[in-house]
Each structure stands twice: as structure tokens, then as C-alpha cells.
């Protein structure tokens, strides 16, 4: 069973920088597909950022050239590093793993708050 750990959420001003990270366990975060989630209340889930095997990483609009995903292979862990912050990035984000061959997101993260404001 494939267990996902989301860590480094917090407050931060708008501008400001955050790292988080997610730390698997069960599986490695190379033989899934990897994405980054996120929901502010009243919104619905959705996708931010993903990395495939061989393929570069896909981005929302709204954070492309400010979020940048990407995989430490020797911690076993995703990381979604974060730059400009805005008010509009506040939610809760959640890792997540794709099965590749069931075409689904088949674990998923407990989340980790992100809160910019001023």
C-alpha cells in the first residue's frame, strides 16, 4: 500500500516563497505518475502541477513560470517549490500518485495549508 506524506505548508506573505515536499512509502514516486492538487474552500479539487515518467511537467496556467515540480529519486519524495506566492495560491494542497496503467489517481496525500496573505 503506498502511503503519501505532505509536508511544509504554512503562512506566508504574498511574494514569498514555500517549498513543500511529499515523502512516499510502499511504492517508489518513480513508477507512478506524481501530481500536485490543490482546494481553497468553496472550489473544487484541482490539478496544479504533474510529472509523468518521460515527459516534462505539466502546469496549470495560473502558476506556470512561479511553481516548479520535481522528484528527489533518493528521498523518494515529490517536491512543488513555490515563488511569488499569491493570495489566489492559498488552498489545501495534496499529493498524489496515478497508477499508470489504470489511467487514475489511486493515492492520495493527507494535504498540507498553504495560506498567503498580508
Known amino acids: 500500500q503506498v502511503q503519501l506524506v505532505e509536508s511544509g505548508g504554512g503562512l506566508v506573505q504574498p511574494g514569498d516563497s514555500l517549498r513543500i515536499s511529499c515523502a512516499a512509502s510502499g511504492g517508489a514516486v518513480t513508477d507512478f505518475h506524481m501530481g500536485w492538487f490543490r482546494q481553497a474552500p468553496g472550489k473544487e479539487r484541482e490539478v496544479v502541477a504533474a510529472?509523468?515518467?518521460?515527459?516534462?511537467?505539466y502546469y496549470i496556467d495560473s502558476v506556470k513560470g512561479r511553481f516548479t515540480m520535481s522528484r528527489d529519486i533518493a528521498k523518494n519524495t515529490v517536491l512543488l517549490q513555490m515563488n511569488d506566492l499569491k493570495v489566489e495560491d492559498s488552498a489545501v494542497y495534496y499529493c498524489?500518485?496515478?497508477?499508470?496503467?489504470?489511467?487514475?489517481?489511486?493515492?492520495w496525500g493527507q494535504g498540507t495549508q498553504v495560506t498567503v496573505s498580508s
Open positions: 510529472i509523468a515518467a518521460r515527459t516534462a511537467p
Open positions: 498524489a500518485a496515478m497508477i499508470r496503467s489504470e489511467n487514475r489517481w489511486a493515492y
